[in-house]
């Protein structure tokens, strides 16, 4: 007979884990998107001078593309900055119900 070991000795006790808020995971994610975006913006600043194609269009154009990156690299990159945000706050949420 083997016995596996326990991952975590409060299931033993009976206690679960609490249940990860969603709309926290959520805030996260968008706060790890804003912190992509601005370096992304840095990174774009940081230019050699004027463009040949440069326009207010180019600009928003690039702005959208910008933050379009920043939150697909939110949602599938590894940071780490979501998964800190939610650490840090969710023993400070509540749920409603």
Do not use: C, W
């Not at 884990?17 to 992304?40: C, V, Y």
């Amino acid at each position: 007979m083997q016995i596996s070991p326990l991952t975590n000795p409060m299931t033993a006790l009976g206690k679960t884990e609490p249940q990860e808020d969603p709309k926290l995971r959520e805030a996260a994610q968008g706060f790890e998107s804003l912190f992509l975006t601005t370096l992304l913006k840095g990174g774009r600043a940081g230019s050699f001078g004027d463009e040949m194609t440069g326009s207010q269009a180019v600009d928003s154009t690039r702005d959208m593309l910008d933050m379009t990156l920043a939150q697909s690299g939110a949602r599938n990159s590894n940071l780490g900055i979501a998964d800190a945000v939610v650490r840090q706050f969710a023993p400070h949420s509540y749920r409603k119900g």
